[in-house]
């Protein structure tokens, strides 16, 4: 059942008399230049005893005209809940001090099902905000489709990549290092013997120190470590097999449509031993303390930041924001791209989507991240169209472990980048939150 009810709230804006009414009303004119604005109230996530209420102001350059703003309730697959209309009016006594004019109102929303919504403002013809919201996404129940097979898929790919001799090299870049850490370009061989290159920034003093391995978005280009990603801290970025650094040596096309025949012939299986064989790397040098290693990354890079996490108990806590490849059958739903190239690369090999999604299930983190067994961090944008909110929470909701996430309302799939100083500092405190101090 779901219940909508939009109300007006008297007598709590006192410098606005000219409010929004919830009364039907004909419109008599839709002004030009109308803006809305919608306070961005618990982040715009709301649960049962926060009822979905959108504190909403509509601005107008000139006074005496009214019309009726319409507001529509879909899920995030575009699916109709409920339209509303509110009246306003924008009278001479409304006049704000900045100049133009002013109403002001309460939408409230009811009971929902847990999940993620769209919410339309329009007025005539023009739709003036169009929003995400959620509602208990903890609750939202992503099915597992894992099959019988999982673990032993697994067990045996990091049997293989054991078998790999890693020959770590290491390339001093003088020109990136700085009296704090000294920078390196890096080495290694993984899965398949395919070669890993990537940066390691490392304090020189002899001390040691911990680690934060940052990986990799969706053929992203490699960027050295700045002295104030995780100052005074080892850090190693990396991309998986064939993207960034190892775009040049690219033997896969369009990753995520790779071997799609076979779970053992697909790209990720590969690009997932590659993040184990980093935290190899970084227990491997003399500047890493042995004890605190955190990940993190962005969309695919927060995606392979809980596949580590998921594969490798070394890793001590996890920093996703955004993450890419969760509930691949949804995800497909909900964004064109990059299930079209999928779906291509499907019908070239006369395979049927089934057996595409038989193969994806063996990489799909709502399948992967029940393993996981440290605290982890999730950062998310809600006005996220390329990896949404409904994906990352099917990789959130399985996890065990000590868990919170942090809600960026009015950020997309550049929340990371929106919020950068804001998240890596909320992370460091995360990761210190959580670190060991002895070998005990």
């Not at 099915?143 to 770590?168: C, N, S």
């Not at 990371?416 to 909320?426: G, K, L, Q, T």
Request: charged share 20%; glycine share 8%; with cysteine.
């Amino acid at each position: 059942m779901i219940r909508i009810r939009l109300s007006l709230v008297m007598g709590i804006f006192a410098a606005a008399p000219a409010m929004l009414s919830v009364t039907p009303a004909t419109a008599q004119e839709t002004p030009k230049n109308l803006q809305l604005r919608i306070a961005a109230d618990r982040n715009w996530i709301f649960d049962a005893e926060h009822p979905a209420r959108f504190a909403l102001e509509l601005n107008s350059p000139k006074p005496g005209i009214a019309g009726e703003l319409q507001i529509d309730i879909r899920t995030d697959f575009g699916e109709p809940i409920t339209s509303r209309k509110a009246a306003y009016a924008f009278t001479v006594d409304s006049a704000t001090v900045k100049g133009g004019f002013r109403s002001r109102a309460n939408a409230e929303i009811g009971v929902l099902s847990p999940g993620f919504y769209q919410a339309y403002f329009i007025a005539g013809a023009d739709t003036l905000r169009h929003i995400f919201f959620g509602y208990e996404p903890e609750r939202i129940v992503s099915e597992p489709d894992g099959k019988a097979d999982l673990k032993k898929f697994w067990r045996k790919t990091l049997a293989e990549l054991k078998g790999v001799a890693p020959d770590y090299r290491m390339t001093p870049l003088a020109d990136a290092s700085t009296p704090e850490r000294a920078v390196y370009e890096v080495q290694m061989q993984s899965l398949e013997g395919e070669t890993l290159r990537g940066y390691w920034a490392v304090p020189e003093d002899g001390r040691k120190y911990p680690a934060v391995v940052v990986y990799q978005g969706y053929g992203a280009t490699t960027w050295i470590p700045k002295p104030t990603d995780y100052p005074g801290w080892c850090v190693l970025v990396i991309p998986p097999r064939g993207q960034g650094l190892n775009k040049t040596w690219n033997r896969f096309g369009e990753w995520i449509s790779y071997g799609l025949d076979s779970p053992w012939h697909y790209y990720y299986r590969g690009a997932f031993a590659d993040t184990v064989r980093s935290i190899d790397f970084v227990f491997a040098q003399s500047g890493f303390d042995g004890r605190n290693l955190f990940a993190t990354g962005i969309s695919q890079g927060g995606g392979l930041t809980l596949v580590a996490a998921s594969l490798d108990r070394r890793v001590r806590a996890a920093a996703p924001i955004v993450p890419f490849l969760g509930d691949f059958p949804d995800y497909f739903r909900l964004v064109p791209w990059p299930a079209s190239l999928v779906f291509e690369g499907a019908e070239k090999q006369h395979l049927t989507r089934e057996a595409v999604f038989n193969l994806l299930s063996y990489f799909d983190l709502k399948n992967l991240c029940r393993r996981i067994e440290c605290p982890v961090l999730m950062g998310f944008g809600l006005q996220d169209v390329i990896t949404p909110p409904h994906t990352n929470f099917a990789a959130y909701n399985p996890i065990r472990a000590p868990k919170r996430w942090i809600c960026y309302p009015e950020s997309g799939h550049h929340a990371a980048y929106d919020n950068m100083d804001i998240w890596i500092a909320e992370s460091t405190r995360f990761f210190r939150t959580h670190m060991k101090t002895s070998n005990r």
